[in-house]
C-alpha cells in the first residue's frame, strides 16, 4: 500500500530558510500536499502541487517534485516564529482519500 | 462562518462504555471523514462518506462505525471503546472530494479510554 515517510523533527533559527521533506510511494499518486497543524488545532492546507508539475511557489513557501524519485518537499523562506507547527505531506490515493505522512515537527528558534 | 464541528473536544472513559463523537459541517459539503492521529504515526483514515447513506472504510475501521443520515452530520461510534482506541480525533469535509477540493478539518477531540 501506500507509503509516506518524513522526519519527524526539524529546528531552524528565525529569518533562516526552513526544508520540510517528504517520500511517497505510489506514483499514480496525482495530487501532492502540505498541511499544517498548529498547537491544539486541526490541519489546514498551506499548498498542493499535481504531479506534472516541478515547482510551485506561493509567497514565502516554495514546493518542489521530483515525481521520477517520488521525492516532494517544502521551502518556507525567512521562518518566522509564527511557523513553529506539525507540518503533514499527503499524497492523492485514487479520487476519494489522501494518504497522510507522520508529520514534522518545526521548531523555530528566536 | 463555514466551520468542520465536532463534540466533545475531550473525553475521557472506561472500556466497553459507548460514546459517539459528533461532527457537524456548514458548507453543504458531500464528503467527510474521520482521522486518528498518534505520534509517530500520522493522520490515519477510518472511514469516509462521499454522500449521504454512502459511507466506506479507511485504513483502520476495526472498532469504529459511522452513520450519514444527513448532509451535515457525520458521527463517529465506538460501541465497545478500548485502550488502543486513545487518540486524537479529527473529522474532516470537502465539497466533492479530498483530491480536487481542500479538505477542512475540525478542531480535534482527545479521546482516552482508561
Not at chain 2, 472513559?13 to 458548507?27: A, F, H, I, R, W
Request: charged content about 20%; hydrophobic content about 30%.
Amino acid at each position: 500500500g501506500e507509503d509516506v515517510e518524513q522526519s519527524l523533527f526539524l529546528s531552524v533559527r528565525e529569518g533562516d530558510s526552513s526544508v520540510i521533506n517528504c517520500t511517497y510511494t505510489d506514483s499514480s499518486s496525482t495530487y501532492l500536499y502540505w498541511y499544517k497543524q498548529e498547537p491544539g488545532a486541526g490541519l489546514q492546507l498551506l499548498t498542493y502541487i499535481f504531479s506534472n508539475m516541478d515547482m510551485k511557489q506561493d509567497q514565502r513557501l516554495t514546493v518542489l517534485l521530483n515525481k521520477k524519485d517520488k521525492h516532494l518537499s517544502l521551502r518556507i523562506a525567512d521562518t518566522q516564529t509564527g511557523d513553529s507547527a506539525i507540518y503533514f505531506c499527503a499524497a492523492s490515493r485514487g479520487a476519494n482519500n489522501l494518504f497522510f505522512g507522520t508529520g514534522t515537527r518545526l521548531t523555530v528558534i528566536p | 462562518e463555514a466551520q468542520v464541528t465536532q463534540n466533545p473536544r475531550y473525553l475521557i472513559t472506561v472500556t466497553g462504555k459507548k460514546l459517539t463523537v459528533t461532527c457537524s459541517q456548514n458548507m453543504n459539503h458531500e464528503y467527510m471523514s474521520w482521522y486518528r492521529q498518534d505520534p509517530g504515526l500520522g493522520l490515519r483514515q477510518i472511514y469516509y462518506s462521499m454522500n449521504v447513506e454512502v459511507t466506506d472504510k479507511g485504513d483502520v475501521p476495526e472498532g469504529y462505525k459511522v452513520s450519514r443520515k444527513e448532509k451535515r452530520n457525520f458521527p463517529l461510534i465506538l460501541e465497545s471503546p478500548s485502550p488502543n482506541q486513545t487518540s486524537l480525533y479529527f473529522c474532516a469535509s470537502t465539497l466533492k472530494g479530498p483530491r480536487e477540493d481542500e479538505q477542512f478539518f475540525g478542531p480535534g477531540t482527545r479521546l482516552t479510554v482508561l
